[in-house]
Protein backbone atom coordinates (compact mmCIF):
# COMPACT_ATOMS: atom_id res chain seq x y z
CA UNK A 1 0.00 0.00 0.00
CA UNK A 2 1.16 3.47 -0.95
CA UNK A 3 2.71 5.87 1.72
CA UNK A 4 0.70 9.36 2.61
CA UNK A 5 3.08 12.07 2.89
CA UNK A 6 2.13 15.35 3.51
CA UNK A 7 4.82 18.17 2.75
CA UNK A 8 4.31 21.76 4.29
CA UNK A 9 6.01 24.01 2.62
CA UNK A 10 7.19 27.61 4.27
CA UNK A 11 8.59 30.91 2.82
CA UNK A 12 12.21 30.64 1.84
CA UNK A 13 14.40 30.64 -1.46
CA UNK A 14 14.44 26.64 -1.24
CA UNK A 15 11.45 26.51 -1.94
CA UNK A 16 12.24 25.31 -5.31
CA UNK A 17 13.63 22.58 -3.56
CA UNK A 18 10.42 21.39 -2.65
CA UNK A 19 9.08 21.32 -5.87
CA UNK A 20 12.06 18.70 -6.89
CA UNK A 21 11.27 17.00 -3.66
CA UNK A 22 7.51 16.54 -4.16
CA UNK A 23 8.48 15.33 -8.21
CA UNK A 24 10.91 12.61 -6.54
CA UNK A 25 8.27 11.34 -4.07
CA UNK A 26 5.61 11.28 -6.91
CA UNK A 27 7.89 9.38 -8.48
CA UNK A 28 9.01 7.29 -6.13
CA UNK A 29 5.31 5.61 -5.59
CA UNK A 30 4.38 7.79 -2.42
CA UNK A 31 0.59 9.66 -2.80
CA UNK A 32 2.01 13.36 -1.88
CA UNK A 33 -0.54 16.35 -1.33
CA UNK A 34 1.18 19.87 0.01
CA UNK A 35 -0.03 22.75 1.94
CA UNK A 36 2.12 26.49 1.60
CA UNK A 37 2.37 29.27 3.07
CA UNK A 38 1.52 32.58 2.01
CA UNK A 39 5.14 33.35 1.94
CA UNK A 40 5.89 30.07 0.18
CA UNK A 41 3.79 31.28 -2.59
CA UNK A 42 5.88 34.65 -3.45
CA UNK A 43 8.44 31.80 -4.81
CA UNK A 44 6.26 29.43 -6.17
CA UNK A 45 2.67 29.44 -7.21
CA UNK A 46 0.21 26.52 -6.03
CA UNK A 47 -0.12 25.26 -9.72
CA UNK A 48 3.15 23.96 -10.19
CA UNK A 49 3.08 21.72 -6.89
CA UNK A 50 -0.35 20.83 -8.00
CA UNK A 51 0.86 19.35 -11.31
CA UNK A 52 4.19 17.76 -9.73
CA UNK A 53 2.00 16.03 -6.99
CA UNK A 54 -1.05 15.21 -8.74
CA UNK A 55 -3.36 16.63 -5.96
CA UNK A 56 -5.11 19.54 -4.67
CA UNK A 57 -2.97 21.67 -3.12
CA UNK A 58 -3.94 23.66 -0.12
CA UNK A 59 -3.06 27.29 1.51
CA UNK A 60 -5.95 28.60 2.96
CA UNK A 61 -7.37 27.28 6.37
CA UNK A 62 -11.48 28.35 5.73
CA UNK A 63 -11.15 26.96 1.86
CA UNK A 64 -13.05 23.62 2.24
CA UNK A 65 -12.40 22.01 -0.93
CA UNK A 66 -14.67 19.12 0.12
CA UNK A 67 -18.05 20.04 2.67
CA UNK A 68 -17.84 17.09 3.81
CA UNK A 69 -14.39 17.31 5.68
CA UNK A 70 -12.05 19.61 7.83
CA UNK A 71 -9.67 20.06 5.65
CA UNK A 72 -6.79 20.45 8.20
CA UNK A 73 -7.81 17.64 10.04
CA UNK A 74 -8.21 15.62 7.45
CA UNK A 75 -4.88 16.13 6.23
CA UNK A 76 -3.56 15.32 9.03
CA UNK A 77 -5.20 12.24 9.55
CA UNK A 78 -4.47 11.25 6.45
CA UNK A 79 -0.91 11.56 6.37
CA UNK A 80 1.89 8.74 7.30
CA UNK A 81 4.44 11.24 7.40
CA UNK A 82 4.42 15.15 7.60
CA UNK A 83 7.84 16.54 6.23
CA UNK A 84 8.16 20.01 6.32
CA UNK A 85 10.92 21.50 3.71
CA UNK A 86 12.35 23.86 3.82
CA UNK A 87 10.96 25.18 7.65
CA UNK A 88 12.00 28.11 8.14
CA UNK A 89 13.00 29.50 11.81
CA UNK A 90 9.40 31.50 11.71
CA UNK A 91 7.87 28.09 11.10
CA UNK A 92 9.96 26.27 13.36
CA UNK A 93 9.38 29.22 16.10
CA UNK A 94 5.11 29.01 15.48
CA UNK A 95 5.07 25.25 15.90
CA UNK A 96 7.39 25.03 18.69
CA UNK A 97 4.81 27.85 20.65
CA UNK A 98 2.01 26.36 19.77
CA UNK A 99 0.82 29.10 17.33
CA UNK A 100 -1.91 28.18 14.99
CA UNK A 101 -2.32 31.59 12.26
CA UNK A 102 -2.46 29.49 8.95
CA UNK A 103 -3.25 26.23 7.30
CA UNK A 104 0.49 24.65 7.97
CA UNK A 105 0.56 25.44 11.55
CA UNK A 106 -2.90 24.69 12.76
CA UNK A 107 -2.98 21.29 10.23
CA UNK A 108 0.52 20.24 12.56
CA UNK A 109 -0.84 21.43 15.95
CA UNK A 110 -3.90 18.73 14.46
CA UNK A 111 -1.27 15.55 13.33
CA UNK A 112 -0.38 12.91 15.54
CA UNK A 113 1.57 11.12 12.53
CA UNK A 114 5.13 11.51 12.88
CA UNK A 115 6.40 15.15 11.90
CA UNK A 116 10.32 15.34 10.10
CA UNK A 117 11.55 19.21 9.71
CA UNK A 118 13.96 20.38 7.30
CA UNK A 119 15.55 23.43 8.60
CA UNK A 120 16.55 26.25 5.66
CA UNK A 121 17.79 29.94 6.56
CA UNK A 122 21.14 31.57 7.24
CA UNK A 123 23.46 30.50 9.30
CA UNK A 124 23.60 32.92 11.99
CA UNK A 125 20.01 32.45 12.13
CA UNK A 126 20.22 28.94 12.54
CA UNK A 127 22.69 29.15 15.37
CA UNK A 128 20.58 31.77 17.42
CA UNK A 129 19.91 30.95 20.95
CA UNK A 130 15.89 31.45 20.48
CA UNK A 131 15.92 28.88 17.31
CA UNK A 132 17.91 26.20 18.68
CA UNK A 133 15.78 26.55 21.58
CA UNK A 134 12.73 26.37 19.26
CA UNK A 135 13.91 23.12 18.05
CA UNK A 136 14.94 21.83 21.26
CA UNK A 137 11.43 21.78 22.42
CA UNK A 138 10.18 20.56 19.31
CA UNK A 139 12.81 17.46 19.91
CA UNK A 140 11.20 16.97 23.45
CA UNK A 141 8.28 16.72 21.89
CA UNK A 142 8.94 14.10 19.70
CA UNK A 143 9.64 15.74 16.43
CA UNK A 144 12.77 14.72 14.46
CA UNK A 145 15.36 16.94 12.04
CA UNK A 146 16.59 16.71 8.95
CA UNK A 147 19.69 18.42 9.42
CA UNK A 148 21.03 20.96 7.02
CA UNK A 149 23.60 20.73 4.80
CA UNK A 150 26.62 22.80 4.49
CA UNK A 151 27.41 25.19 1.83
CA UNK A 152 27.12 28.42 -0.23
CA UNK A 153 23.64 29.76 0.81
CA UNK A 154 21.25 32.07 -1.46
CA UNK A 155 22.55 35.40 1.21
CA UNK A 156 25.91 34.75 0.43
CA UNK A 157 27.44 32.96 3.02
CA UNK A 158 28.53 29.94 3.32
CA UNK A 159 27.52 27.36 6.30
CA UNK A 160 25.64 25.40 7.71
CA UNK A 161 21.58 26.08 6.51
CA UNK A 162 20.62 24.83 2.97
CA UNK A 163 18.34 22.31 2.65
CA UNK A 164 19.27 18.94 2.54
CA UNK A 165 19.00 17.42 -1.19
CA UNK A 166 15.78 15.98 -2.19
CA UNK A 167 17.16 12.82 -2.92
CA UNK A 168 18.95 12.37 -0.06
CA UNK A 169 15.00 13.28 1.96
CA UNK A 170 13.40 10.95 -0.68
CA UNK A 171 16.01 8.30 0.39
CA UNK A 172 15.51 9.19 4.27
CA UNK A 173 11.87 8.58 3.99
CA UNK A 174 12.17 5.14 2.42
CA UNK A 175 14.50 4.13 4.89
CA UNK A 176 11.76 5.90 7.61
CA UNK A 177 9.28 3.17 6.58
CA UNK A 178 11.75 0.65 6.59
CA UNK A 179 12.92 0.71 10.26
CA UNK A 180 9.31 0.99 11.18
CA UNK A 181 8.32 -1.84 14.13
CA UNK A 182 9.95 -5.06 12.81
CA UNK A 183 12.92 -3.21 11.17
CA UNK A 184 14.96 -5.44 13.69
CA UNK A 185 13.14 -8.96 13.15
CA UNK A 186 15.64 -11.61 12.92
CA UNK A 187 18.14 -9.58 14.25
CA UNK A 188 19.90 -10.42 18.39
CA UNK A 189 20.81 -7.64 19.92
CA UNK A 190 23.06 -7.88 22.98
CA UNK A 191 22.74 -5.80 25.71
CA UNK A 192 24.74 -4.93 29.12
CA UNK A 193 23.22 -2.75 31.48
CA UNK A 194 23.22 -1.78 35.00
CA UNK A 195 25.89 -1.30 37.55
CA UNK A 196 28.54 -4.33 38.88
CA UNK A 197 28.88 -4.98 42.64
CA UNK A 198 32.66 -5.95 43.98
CA UNK A 199 32.54 -7.74 46.78
CA UNK A 200 34.87 -6.93 49.86
CA UNK A 201 33.38 -9.30 52.53
CA UNK A 202 29.86 -11.13 53.10
CA UNK A 203 28.63 -7.56 53.75
CA UNK A 204 30.41 -5.12 52.00
CA UNK A 205 30.55 -4.44 48.54
CA UNK A 206 31.85 -1.60 45.80
CA UNK A 207 29.43 -0.08 43.19
CA UNK A 208 28.32 3.38 41.37
CA UNK A 209 25.48 4.96 40.25
CA UNK A 210 24.12 3.40 37.59
CA UNK A 211 20.50 2.43 37.64
CA UNK A 212 20.54 0.43 34.56
CA UNK A 213 17.49 3.04 32.65
CA UNK A 214 19.20 3.15 30.02
CA UNK A 215 20.25 0.03 29.14
CA UNK A 216 16.16 -1.07 30.28
CA UNK A 217 15.31 1.34 27.57
CA UNK A 218 17.46 0.04 25.04
CA UNK A 219 16.20 -3.21 25.65
CA UNK A 220 12.76 -2.17 25.44
CA UNK A 221 12.90 -0.47 22.14
CA UNK A 222 14.99 -3.65 20.64
CA UNK A 223 12.21 -5.54 21.59
CA UNK A 224 9.60 -3.50 19.66
CA UNK A 225 11.35 -3.23 16.70
CA UNK A 226 11.27 -6.73 16.42
CA UNK A 227 14.64 -7.90 17.48
CA UNK A 228 15.42 -11.09 19.78
CA UNK A 229 17.14 -9.23 22.80
CA UNK A 230 19.35 -10.55 25.19
CA UNK A 231 19.72 -8.09 28.32
CA UNK A 232 22.45 -8.57 31.13
CA UNK A 233 21.71 -6.83 33.93
CA UNK A 234 23.56 -5.93 37.03
CA UNK A 235 21.69 -5.33 40.06
CA UNK A 236 18.63 -2.93 39.79
CA UNK A 237 15.18 -2.19 40.68
CA UNK A 238 13.85 -1.91 37.08
CA UNK A 239 11.24 -4.10 35.87
CA UNK A 240 11.92 -6.13 33.17
CA UNK A 241 11.48 -5.71 29.33
CA UNK A 242 8.60 -7.45 28.09
CA UNK A 243 9.76 -9.85 25.73
CA UNK A 244 13.53 -9.88 26.92
CA UNK A 245 16.28 -12.64 27.60
CA UNK A 246 17.08 -11.25 31.21
CA UNK A 247 20.42 -12.55 32.38
CA UNK A 248 20.92 -11.28 36.06
CA UNK A 249 24.83 -10.77 37.68
CA UNK A 250 26.56 -9.23 39.97
CA UNK A 251 29.99 -8.76 39.96
CA UNK A 252 32.09 -7.69 36.12
CA UNK A 253 33.34 -11.34 35.84
CA UNK A 254 29.93 -12.82 36.16
CA UNK A 255 29.46 -9.97 33.24
CA UNK A 256 31.80 -10.74 31.16
CA UNK A 257 31.14 -14.28 31.16
CA UNK A 258 27.76 -13.88 30.45
CA UNK A 259 28.00 -12.01 27.20
CA UNK A 260 31.14 -13.97 25.74
CA UNK A 261 28.38 -16.54 26.13
CA UNK A 262 25.85 -14.43 23.75
CA UNK A 263 28.41 -12.35 21.97
CA UNK A 264 28.74 -14.97 18.58
CA UNK A 265 25.39 -15.32 18.55
CA UNK A 266 24.95 -11.23 18.42
CA UNK A 267 24.23 -9.12 15.43
CA UNK A 268 24.22 -6.12 17.51
CA UNK A 269 26.41 -5.74 20.75
CA UNK A 270 25.55 -2.54 23.04
CA UNK A 271 27.36 -2.04 26.34
CA UNK A 272 25.46 0.38 28.20
CA UNK A 273 26.45 -1.08 31.71
CA UNK A 274 28.58 0.77 34.34
CA UNK A 275 31.28 -2.09 35.08
CA UNK A 276 33.67 -1.67 37.95
CA UNK A 277 37.39 -0.73 36.56
CA UNK A 278 38.60 -2.57 40.01
CA UNK A 279 37.72 -4.92 42.51
CA UNK A 280 38.84 -5.85 45.44
CA UNK A 281 42.14 -8.33 45.25
CA UNK A 282 41.06 -10.29 48.44
CA UNK A 283 37.69 -11.17 49.44
CA UNK A 284 37.30 -11.94 52.92
CA UNK A 285 35.35 -14.75 53.80
CA UNK A 286 34.23 -13.17 57.11
CA UNK A 287 33.21 -9.34 57.89
CA UNK A 288 35.84 -7.47 58.51
CA UNK A 289 36.02 -5.81 61.84
CA UNK A 290 36.81 -2.05 62.21
CA UNK A 291 39.72 -0.97 63.93
CA UNK A 292 41.67 1.86 65.09
CA UNK A 293 43.01 4.54 62.53
CA UNK A 294 42.84 4.14 58.74
CA UNK A 295 42.36 0.68 56.31
CA UNK A 296 43.80 0.07 53.04
CA UNK A 297 42.75 -2.28 50.67
CA UNK A 298 44.28 -3.56 47.35
CA UNK A 299 42.59 -3.63 44.11
CA UNK A 300 43.55 -5.42 40.70
CA UNK A 301 41.99 -4.66 37.42
CA UNK A 302 39.07 -6.31 36.32
CA UNK A 303 39.14 -7.33 32.64
CA UNK A 304 37.58 -4.68 30.24
CA UNK A 305 35.03 -6.21 28.22
CA UNK A 306 34.48 -3.94 25.36
CA UNK A 307 38.26 -3.59 24.62
CA UNK A 308 37.72 -7.54 24.75
CA UNK A 309 34.83 -7.82 22.22
CA UNK A 310 36.04 -5.32 20.16
CA UNK A 311 39.16 -7.72 19.54
CA UNK A 312 37.23 -10.41 18.39
CA UNK A 313 34.31 -9.23 16.99
CA UNK A 314 33.46 -10.44 13.02
CA UNK A 315 29.94 -9.03 12.04
CA UNK A 316 28.99 -7.60 14.66
CA UNK A 317 28.31 -3.92 15.27
CA UNK A 318 29.48 -2.81 19.06
CA UNK A 319 28.34 0.49 21.05
CA UNK A 320 29.69 1.24 23.87
CA UNK A 321 28.68 4.28 26.16
CA UNK A 322 31.15 7.13 27.91
CA UNK A 323 29.88 8.27 30.81
CA UNK A 324 32.42 11.32 31.76
CA UNK A 325 32.47 14.34 34.13
CA UNK A 326 35.17 16.47 31.56
CA UNK A 327 36.87 16.26 28.21
CA UNK A 328 33.82 14.19 27.15
CA UNK A 329 34.84 14.95 23.74
CA UNK A 330 38.64 13.69 24.17
CA UNK A 331 38.05 10.62 26.19
CA UNK A 332 34.52 9.51 23.68
CA UNK A 333 37.12 9.23 20.77
CA UNK A 334 40.12 7.57 22.52
CA UNK A 335 37.55 5.02 24.02
CA UNK A 336 36.06 4.36 20.18
CA UNK A 337 39.27 3.94 18.90
CA UNK A 338 40.96 1.96 21.84
CA UNK A 339 38.32 -0.30 22.12
CA UNK A 340 37.51 -0.59 18.36
CA UNK A 341 33.76 0.33 18.56
CA UNK A 342 31.50 1.73 15.91
CA UNK A 343 29.57 4.15 18.14
CA UNK A 344 30.28 5.50 21.44
CA UNK A 345 27.76 7.22 23.29
CA UNK A 346 29.13 9.79 25.75
CA UNK A 347 27.15 12.27 28.08
CA UNK A 348 28.33 14.55 30.81
CA UNK A 349 26.76 12.92 34.26
CA UNK A 350 27.21 16.25 35.69
CA UNK A 351 24.68 18.08 32.91
CA UNK A 352 21.24 18.27 34.52
CA UNK A 353 19.07 15.98 32.62
CA UNK A 354 22.13 13.49 31.66
CA UNK A 355 22.64 11.83 35.31
CA UNK A 356 22.39 8.16 35.78
CA UNK A 357 18.85 7.82 37.90
CA UNK A 358 16.78 9.88 35.81
CA UNK A 359 14.41 9.49 32.79
CA UNK A 360 16.07 12.05 30.17
CA UNK A 361 19.67 11.97 28.95
CA UNK A 362 21.75 14.33 26.68
CA UNK A 363 24.05 11.99 24.94
CA UNK A 364 26.80 12.59 21.38
CA UNK A 365 27.07 9.90 19.34
CA UNK A 366 30.42 9.60 17.91
CA UNK A 367 31.19 7.50 14.61
CA UNK A 368 34.11 5.61 13.47
CA UNK A 369 34.41 7.33 10.24
CA UNK A 370 35.01 10.51 12.91
CA UNK A 371 31.66 11.98 12.79
CA UNK A 372 29.29 13.22 15.79
CA UNK A 373 25.81 13.90 16.56
CA UNK A 374 24.74 15.85 19.44
CA UNK A 375 21.14 14.99 20.63
CA UNK A 376 19.55 17.70 23.04
CA UNK A 377 17.87 16.63 25.88
CA UNK A 378 15.65 13.61 25.23
CA UNK A 379 13.87 10.69 27.17
CA UNK A 380 15.75 7.74 27.29
CA UNK A 381 13.41 5.86 25.41
CA UNK A 382 14.02 8.21 22.60
CA UNK A 383 17.50 8.24 22.69
CA UNK A 384 17.33 4.61 22.59
CA UNK A 385 15.29 4.75 18.87
CA UNK A 386 17.51 7.54 18.03
CA UNK A 387 20.69 5.18 18.23
CA UNK A 388 18.87 2.53 16.38
CA UNK A 389 18.31 4.25 13.30
CA UNK A 390 21.95 5.66 13.41
CA UNK A 391 22.99 1.76 13.44
CA UNK A 392 20.30 0.90 10.87
CA UNK A 393 21.72 3.99 9.05
CA UNK A 394 25.71 2.54 9.38
CA UNK A 395 25.84 0.98 6.30
CA UNK A 396 24.66 3.70 4.01
CA UNK A 397 26.51 5.72 1.82
CA UNK A 398 24.56 9.12 3.05
CA UNK A 399 25.35 11.41 5.41
CA UNK A 400 23.71 10.70 9.15
CA UNK A 401 20.42 12.87 9.24
CA UNK A 402 17.90 13.20 12.29
CA UNK A 403 15.56 11.09 11.98
CA UNK A 404 13.12 8.25 13.33
Known sequence: MKKNILLCVTGGIAVYKAVALTSKLSQSDFNVKIILTKSAMEFVTPLTFQVMSRNDVYYDTFDEKDSKKIAHIDLADWADLIVIAPATANAIGKLANGIADDMVSTTLLAATAPVWIAPAMNVHMYDHPAVKNNIATLYSYGYRFIEPSEGFLACGYVGKGRLEEPEKIVELIRKKFQHDKGS?????????????????????????????????????????????????????????????????????????????????????????????????????????????????????????????????????????????????????????QSKNADIIVANNIKQEGAGFSGDTNIVTLYFKNGEKKELPLLSKHQVAEKLFVEIGLMNTPSKRIDTE
Not at 196 to 208: A, G, L
Not at 294 to 319: A, C, N, W
Open 184 to 336: LSGKHVLITAGPTREHVDPVRFFTNHSTGKMGYAIAQTAVELGAKVTLISGPVALKEPEGAEVISIETAEEMKQAVMEHFSSADIVIKSAAVADYRPAMRYDEKMKKSEGPMSLDFERTEDILKLLGQQKKHQILVGFAAETDHVEYNAKKKL
